[in-house]
Antibody
């Protein structure tokens, strides 16, 4: 059973960079067939796909966030990370890391989520 | 890429059936049989309920079923139970660039 766990600061100042890490257990970020993804949900609102990284290191980002997003992977620690630059209050959200299966394009496993608040 | 359109709320009595629609465009729902549905209880992460329009992951009740016609996908919950009260989101593959687009979400209330 794959498990994902987000970690990182819960408070970020406006204009700074949000950084989160997802630790994967029960599976390997180095294995093929999966996209390791980030998804967010502003309080009381819907879900928004941020982007993913493939085991090969290739990435794909939501066009609306592409200029501010970087997703990277650390295979030695079985982790992948999110960086979102120049944050504003609109980036306040619960951030989820998740796994998507490449053949069915299905996001099948999710972390529990972590709330990141952007405020001075 | 705009969010897929879902009704804000749907309600039903225990034992009844309800259907939630998810309307997209020819660029997402209409082009791919790659629609999934998620159940989200308050304060919890989304849980996969259906994938590839109508396939159930192991452990998901057969009371949950899915279909698609044109640009609209649907989730039907039959034999509604109190535990089904939650928010439900659809999600569609939208091509190699945009990749995934989610629905606006539907709050299901069991009366």
């Amino acid at each position: 059973q794959v498990q994902l766990q987000e970690s990182g600061p819960g408070l970020v100042k406006p204009s700074e960079t949000l950084s989160l890490t997802c630790t994967v257990s029960g599976g390997s970020v180095s294995s093929g067939s999966y996209y390791w993804s980030w998804i967010r949900q502003p309080p009381g609102k819907g879900l928004e796909w941020i982007g993913y990284i493939y085991y090969s290191g290739s990435t794909n980002y939501n066009p609306s966030l592409k200029s501010r997003v970087t997703i990277s992977v650390d295979t030695s620690k079985n982790q992948f990370s999110l960086k979102l630059s120049s944050v504003t209050a609109a980036d306040t959200a619960v951030y989820y890391c998740a796994r998507a299966e490449d053949t069915s394009e299905t996001i099948d496993y999710w972390g529990q989520g972590t709330l990141v608040t952007v405020s001075s | 890429q705009s969010a897929l359109t879902q009704p804000a709320s749907v309600s039903g009595s225990p034992g009844q059936s309800i259907t939630i629609s998810c309307t997209g465009t020819s660029s997402d729902v209409g082009s791919y049989n790659l629609v999934s549905w998620y159940q989200q209880h308050p304060g919890k992460a989304p849980k996969l309920m259906l994938f590839e329009v109508n396939k159930r992951p192991s452990g998901v009740s057969n009371r949950f079923s899915g279909s698609k016609s044109g640009n609209t996908a649907s989730l039907t919950i039959s034999g509604l139970q109190a535990e089904d009260e939650a928010d439900y989101y659809c999600c569609s593959y939208a091509g190699s660039s945009t990749r995934y687009v989610f629905g606006t979400g539907t709050k299901v209330t069991v009366l």
